[in-house]
């Protein structure tokens, strides 16, 4: 058996590429040479940093995707996406007199209502996060349903590039999350106690250590930090310190 690696044909950005099958698109780029200083965060699937669109070979789909999650394909014509535009989601969690949670929400993304329901949102999230769904939610006042199901969302903004009624669908969804957590939910006792640690000055101090390291001492630091194991079951892992858990 060959101990070659199968390669693959791709298209990034209008310039053909052959990379190596079984690679997720970032890695596969890097190891050809390209270097991405913006449009990568995380490399987790978290951020949402570094959304695609492309379209695979055997299909007509366009398809949104994580450069650092999802695989290449042969024949997959891939387009980095700088950034959507957007209106930043900010929320004064203070509610008109008379206001509730879901009417506040409805007043803030009064768009919601003229979803058509075209499924476009949900096909394309590259999360796999049932858009249309969540939008409903909203639009029913059922703001627990719209938290849960949009919870995943990493902010990429696929979504509102296939809108036909200009839906701005996460910043919705932000805002139901917030309404909700400030106003539905128990208090978290946990974050109040982060809070006190915030506010105490500890990490400022962490802050100011951090700062008088050198490159490589960072660099150092950043490895030995205390993380999930990749291969940890989900739910079973806990940090050393658990003050706040
Ligand atoms: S819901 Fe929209 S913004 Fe959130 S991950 Fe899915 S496509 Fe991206
Ligand atoms: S793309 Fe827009 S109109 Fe279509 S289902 Fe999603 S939110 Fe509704
Ligand atoms: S780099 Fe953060 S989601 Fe890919």
New binding site residues.
Partial sequence: MSGLATVVNIGFDGTAYQVTAGRTILVALEEVGLRFVRGVGCRGGVC?AC?VLYRLQDSHQLR?GLMCQDEVHDGMEILALPYIPQKKAIHKLQLPEGNSPEYQVLSLYPEVNNCVMCGE?SR????G?D?MGYVGMIKRGDLRAAAQH?F?????????LRCPSSIS??NA?LAARRFHGRYREAVADHLGKALEKLESGYYRSLFRKVRRLSAVEFQALYQRREREPDDAPPGTWLPEDRSLI
């Fill in positions: 949402g959304t949104a949102c394309l999230c590259p999360v996060i858009v949009s995943t969302c990493v902010q990429c903004q696929a979504c509102v669908q996460p969804a």
